[in-house]
């Protein structure tokens, strides 16, 4: 891989922390190591860079949750990941299980980061969304409301909305008529159910049921030998997402397995339009046909946007999808694509985020990859991180300080040098380190500071006594965390 244009520093920057020169290629096996904190072995990100980002994006962070592409995959790297623009770590979580749709929201005119964790075994998922405030303090969780457990709320969505709301998906065994699709007459289905669940109460404030109004008969999948009982139910539907409407009164359902987006009375639950699929109530213009499609979203000028698996079986490419709906006419025309930069074919999950300056920013999901796009659909850069996949990609404004310190280590690379290694999980202001020595803390003296250069600095001193504590400077040179040196 070449790398091409390099943006400002970000991509230098990329190169050099992982310790190769331009064009040579990163191993994807190659992972950060940190002394401070070496528990901690996140994948090492490849930046392939063709154009620069605008200035105002520098300072925004990717959110990742990558894992394997298998419950039996040892090999790929799983957790959560928070990384800068040169694809270094801020903040990582690992060792605690899947993270899934990790992005930031907004609750209660405050940001808070979330995640779903669970049993993840689609389509018979279960657990709930996890909020966490910018110390990384945990607020609360959110999950299924009235007649469903609290902790069956399905992967696929976890949207915070203006009103306190949030946006979840379950599945449920329902028995149903199978006959048209191949199946038993007294046959199961994974009903999907849409809820709007107030977040203070726990309440849903909407439900709807998928076998109200979209029959088995739609579905795109196959039914397989043994689905379609009460053990193994017949997975017809597979909602993947929820969204508000540009009216405020509806919302925007993905449905995997019908090829198709329904829009719903955001009150009454009732079914307004289908777009896609073979009960389509609109006609479907050149190249806008999409299949096992996911994030399925309005946008300001009036846009349906959506991501394009096109795979599993593949039909086409994958690719990001970006409608124009004529709701008088009942048609639908392709406005922009925005084409894998190679042969990729996503089988599975996979999004796509418009920026506030309007770029595209796509998550690849079953394939370990995600871009830039300008919103004409120019291709910005593209990267990849070690194997596995991850459900969604986003890029956010994130500023945090954890309530947990700082970690530093030390060791003595040579006779009377001491070597700090000093690092916070989690922490964005962080400018600089200071570094302070001493026989004991109350005669602490400022040895050395120096610039933070990434997750991890390293500083060699020569200690004014046995006790070593760094301090953590933001860019006031004001101490916002410390700690001893162990």
């Given at each position: 891989m070449t790398y091409r244009t390099?943006?400002?520093?970000?991509?230098?920057?990329?190169?050099?922390?992982?310790?190769?020169?331009?064009?040579?290629?990163?191993?994807?096996s190659e992972r950060w190591v940190f002394h401070s904190r070496p528990e901690l072995d996140p994948p090492k990100i490849e930046l392939d860079v063709s154009a620069q980002p605008p200035e105002e994006e520098k300072d925004l962070k990717t959110f990742l949750g990558p894992k394997g592409q298998t419950a039996d995959d040892d090999e790929s790297w799983v957790g959560g990941l928070v990384l800068d623009s040169a694809g270094e770590p801020v903040w990582v979580r690992q060792g605690e299980g899947q993270v899934w749709d990790l992005r930031v929201q907004e609750y209660e005119d405050e940001p808070v980061l979330t995640w779903w964790e669970g049993?993840?075994?689609?389509?018979?998922?279960?657990?709930?969304?996890?909020?966490?405030?910018?110390?990384?303090?945990?607020?609360?969780?959110?999950?299924?409301?009235?007649?469903?457990?609290?902790?069956?709320?399905?992967?696929?969505?976890?949207t915070i909305t203006d009103?306190?709301?949030?946006?979840?998906?379950?599945?449920?065994?329902?028995?149903?008529?199978?006959?048209s699709v191949g199946g038993p007459k007294d046959g199961w289905v994974w009903e999907g159910v849409v809820?709007?669940?107030?977040?203070?109460?726990?309440?849903?404030?909407?439900?709807?049921?998928?076998?109200?109004?979209?029959?088995?008969?739609?579905t795109e999948?196959?039914?397989?030998?043994?689905?379609?009982?009460?053990?193994?139910?017949?997975?017809?539907?597979h909602l993947n997402s929820v969204s508000e409407d540009d009216d405020g009164d509806s919302l925007l359902v993905s449905a995997r397995n019908t090829h198709a987006v329904y829009q719903l009375d955001r009150k009454s639950?009732?079914?307004?339009?289908?777009?896609?699929?073979?009960?389509?109530?609109?006609?479907?213009?050149?190249?806008?046909?999409?299949?096992?499609?996911?994030?399925?979203?309005?946008?300001?000028?009036?846009?349906?946007?959506?991501?394009?698996?096109?795979?599993?079986?593949?039909?086409?490419?994958?690719?990001?999808?970006?409608?124009?709906?004529?709701?008088?006419?009942?048609?639908?025309?392709?406005?922009?694509?925005?084409?894998?930069?190679?042969?990729?074919?996503?089988?599975?999950?996979?999004?796509?985020?418009?920026?506030?300056?309007?770029?595209?920013?796509?998550?690849?999901?079953?394939?370990?990859?995600?871009?830039?796009?300008?919103?004409?659909?120019?291709?910005?850069?593209?990267?990849?991180?070690t194997g596995g996949s991850n459900y969604r990609a986003y890029r956010f404004d994130w500023q945090a300080t954890p309530s947990a310190p700082p970690t530093a280590t030390k060791s003595e690379p040579?006779?009377?040098?001491?070597?700090?290694?000093?690092?916070?999980?989690?922490?964005?202001?962080?400018?600089?380190?200071?570094?302070?020595s001493g026989d004991s803390e109350e005669q602490l003296t400022e040895t050395t500071v120096v610039d933070?250069?990434?997750?991890?600095?390293?500083?060699?001193?020569?200690?004014?006594?046995?006790?070593?504590?760094?301090?953590?400077l933001d860019g006031n040179n004001e101490r916002i965390g410390s700690t001893r040196v162990s």
């Open positions: 390099l943006f400002a520093s970000v991509a230098a920057a990329a190169l050099l922390l992982s310790g190769c020169t331009a064009g040579e290629e990163v191993p994807q049993l993840a075994e689609t389509p018979h998922t279960a657990g709930e969304v996890v909020m966490l405030d910018d110390s990384y303090n945990e607020i609360a969780r959110v999950g299924m409301g009235g007649d469903l457990a609290h902790k069956t709320a399905d992967l696929h969505e976890t009103d306190g709301t949030m946006f979840l998906l379950s599945y449920i065994k329902s028995p149903t008529d199978l006959t809820q709007e669940v107030d977040i203070d109460s726990g309440e849903p404030v909407v439900q709807w049921r998928t076998l109200d109004d979209v029959p088995v008969d739609q999948s196959t039914i397989k030998d043994g689905e379609g009982t009460e053990d193994e139910p017949f997975d017809y539907i639950a009732d079914l307004n339009w289908v777009l896609g699929g073979s009960a389509s109530d609109f006609e479907m213009g050149e190249g806008t046909p999409f299949a096992w499609q996911h994030d399925a979203q309005r946008r300001d000028d009036g846009t349906l946007t959506l991501f394009d698996n096109h795979a599993a079986p593949r039909l086409g490419d994958s690719r990001g999808l970006r409608l124009d709906l004529d709701e008088k006419a009942m048609t639908a025309e392709v406005v922009t694509e925005y084409p894998a930069p190679d042969d990729r074919s996503s089988g599975s999950q996979g999004n796509m985020q418009e920026l506030d300056n309007g770029n595209v920013f796509i998550g690849w999901g079953s394939e370990p990859y995600y871009s830039e796009y300008t919103h004409d659909g120019k291709l910005l850069y593209d990267a990849t991180f040579g006779e009377g040098v001491t070597r700090v290694h000093m690092s916070w999980n989690g922490a964005t202001e962080v400018t600089a380190w200071r570094i302070l933070r250069t990434g997750f991890e600095t390293a500083a060699d001193i020569e200690p004014a006594g046995s006790q070593i504590v760094v301090e953590a």
